[in-house]
């Protein structure tokens, strides 16, 4: 596989399977996220979001589809009768390399950049939107011996719910 850098840009991103903290997480006794991988999963669902594939809008429901073809491991989640395939991307968000990703809390007061330590406060918000700049890695060979193309956040705007009592408690700094 071509090293090729590719983009992915979200606009109103559905985000599920939030662990900005990097905390280690278990499922039936087997470690699922391995204590310090920061991470979260983006539904890929042109409906619902607009994306932009290197700069191409993308108006494939199966878009999901393309980007495993392309080495990203998406989690796909058959549909039904009732509701269409769903379309997973896992996103790592790493503080370790040189270019730091910049990463925005949006609320009614403006945005606040978060860093290594803030970002955990997203595992608990209740985010009402995102819009999320994504970047592909270097190409890697998995578990299973394929290759492999890995999803990190480059940029993002997180816009917070906040309670009625927000505005009122808001002070300069």
């Known amino acids: 596989m071509e090293i090729r850098r590719n983009k992915i840009d979200i606009a109103n991103a559905k985000i599920v399977f939030k662990n900005f903290s990097g905390m ?14 920061r991470n979260f999963n983006v539904i890929l669902d042109p409906e619902q979001s607009q994306i932009w594939w290197n700069d191409q809008e993308v ?3 199966d878009f999901g589809q393309e980007l495993a073809a392309n080495g990203f491991r998406v989690s796909i989640k058959p549909g039904d009768e009732e509701r269409p395939t769903e379309y997973r991307l896992p996103v790592a ?25 803030s970002i955990n406060e997203l595992d608990f918000a209740d985010i009402i939107k995102a819009d999320i700049v994504i ?4 190409p890697y060979i998995d578990n299973r011996g394929e290759e492999k193309v ?11 719910s906040e309670s009625r009592f927000a505005d009122e408690y808001s002070f300069e700094q």
């Open 24 to 37: 280690e997480k278990r499922k039936d006794g087997r470690v699922v996220n391995d204590a310090g991988n």
């Open 59 to 61: 108006t494939n429901p």
């Open 93 to 117: 968000v790493s503080f370790k390399s040189a270019i730091k990703p910049k990463l925005y809390l949006v609320t009614a007061r403006g945005k606040v950049e978060l860093d290594e330590d």
């Open 135 to 138: 970047n592909s890695g270097r």
């Open 150 to 160: 890995k999803a990190w956040c480059n940029e993002a705007y997180f816009t917070i």
